[in-house]
């Protein structure tokens, strides 16, 4: 005998994992821009203590940078 598919049970699963891997990146993504921000503000302090160590100014920096 030939099987009958059961496609709403199958559309129901597939759709149950995209929205279960949705999520899964949808939480990584927010990790990713979590350990970005850390980054971003840890190497705004080393430019900092760099720049006050060596009395620099923002405006030095900003000019050497333009040149």
């Keep these: 005998m030939a099987r009958v598919a059961n496609y ?3 559309i129901a699963t ?3 994992k995209i929205e279960k891997k949705e999520a899964e ?3 990584l993504k927010e990790e990713l821009a979590a350990v970005q921000t850390k980054k971003a503000k840890e190497d705004y ?3 900092f203590d760099y ?5 620099i ?3 030095e ?3 050497a940078i333009k040149e």
């Design 51 to 55: 720049m006050q160590a060596n009395n």
């Design 45 to 47: 302090k080393v430019l």
């Design 8 to 10: 709403e049970a199958k």
């Design 25 to 27: 990146l949808k939480k």
């Design 57 to 59: 100014t923002a405006d």
């Design 61 to 63: 920096v900003l000019g």
């Design 14 to 16: 597939l759709t149950e």
